[in-house]
């Protein structure tokens, strides 16, 4: 969902010219980087305000699960951590509004989107966190699944998308690594704290695996996204790498993960994992997961909190631009 279930893509129209399409595609090819003043197809430019403003959105949303631990970390150092990682989150969210805004898309009005509820964005960010193990495991599992599905974006076909995806991998990798170690902590304690592990692993290894979106199978549209280089690996590639990278780091911690049919592949060394709920996917992402409507009521009064500040800026810079005309 974070980068890679973008399926409903516009059907390019055939409106452009067809010299300067055929050279975009040869620019394409060649691995040379599209920047915000060159010409593209408008489908091209669509597809990507459609996936980094999603992209944008999940990283907005994605702190408020978070955020509202850091009270509640069991020690100074978890609190000023997981206060840096919050702050991160907000960061990689204003690198992609502005990227988007390079491509014509108003931050106001992609945030409107959001906040009138018809904006997509993670469908993991709808799932409670019920105890500080949650923390642990969204820093493991969903990072973990971000960055294997962020670092192909760092060779994205738009430059200003590549470069700020290098800078965003860079952070999540220390939030994965953060979360990993919450989790050894755990697993290595008290039978209790082992336990409160392996109940969060529990719930959120199933929607770790949905992040990367539905099967290949159901992936409409897909293949224009990867012929302009926007999308480098097919979801389910992505899903297999991060299983493959995640069983033996669950064996490590002594933790089971909640699938019965995992198995590993004698010929590829896969592992081969269960049926996905996708069911449970859609309606998620639909708008009926059991944090939804919570969390947009969240933002909501966060961005209406939060006017004064916007309009004091906006204030501020009118005074100094009338002052300079002056």
């Known amino acids: 969902m974070y980068t890679q279930a973008l399926n409903d893509l516009p059907t390019p129209h055939n409106l452009e010219d067809a010299e300067k399409m055929a050279n975009f595609q040869t620019r394409i090819d060649s691995e040379d980087r599209i920047e915000a003043n060159d010409w593209m197809p408008e489908a091209y430019r669509r597809t990507l305000v459609r996936q980094i403003s999603q992209h944008a959105h999940s990283e907005i949303i994605g702190q ?3 955020g509202a631990w850091i009270t509640r970390a069991p020690s100074l150092r978890r609190k000023a951590a997981l206060l840096a990682k919050v702050q991160d989150e907000c960061g990689h969210g204003l690198y992609l509004y502005a990227a988007a805004e390079t491509l014509n898309a108003s931050r106001e009005a992609l945030m409107d989107q959001l906040m009138e509820g018809k904006a997509k964005y993670s469908s ?7 105890t500080w193990a949650d923390i642990g495991a969204i820093g493991w599992l969903v990072d973990g699944a971000a960055i294997m599905n962020q670092i192909p974006l760092c060779r994205c076909s738009y430059g200003p998308y590549a470069r700020a995806m290098i800078r965003v991998c860079k952070e999540e990798s220390f939030h994965q690594r953060q979360g990993f170690e919450i989790m050894m902590t755990l697993a290595k304690g008290s039978a209790r704290q082992k336990a ?8 959120w290894w199933w929607p770790s695996l949905m992040m ?3 099967p290949d199978t159901d992936s409409q549209h897909s293949d224009q996204s990867t012929r302009w280089k926007i999308k480098r690996f ?10 493959d990278a995640t069983v033996p780091q669950a064996q490590f911690l002594g933790l089971t993960l909640p699938d019965p ?5 004698e010929v590829t060394g896969n592992w081969m994992y269960g049926e996905i709920d996708w069911e449970e996917f859609k ?5 009926n997961g059991p944090c939804n ?6 933002r909501r009064k966060a961005h209406e909190e939060g006017a004064w500040v916007r309009e004091a800026a906006a204030a501020y810079a009118a005074r100094q631009a009338s002052r300079n005309a002056a």
């Open 212 to 214: 990367f979106g539905p």
């Open 261 to 265: 049919d995992l198995r590993q592949d």
């Open 124 to 130: 993991i960010f709808n799932y409670p966190t019920m």
């Open 234 to 243: 097919s979801n389910d590639e992505l899903r297999q790498k991060f299983v």
């Open 196 to 203: 409160m592990a392996q109940d969060a692993l529990n719930r």
């Open 293 to 298: 409507q919570d969390r947009l009521a969240s």
């Open 64 to 66: 408020l699960p978070e």
């Open 283 to 287: 309606q998620v992402i639909s708008g």
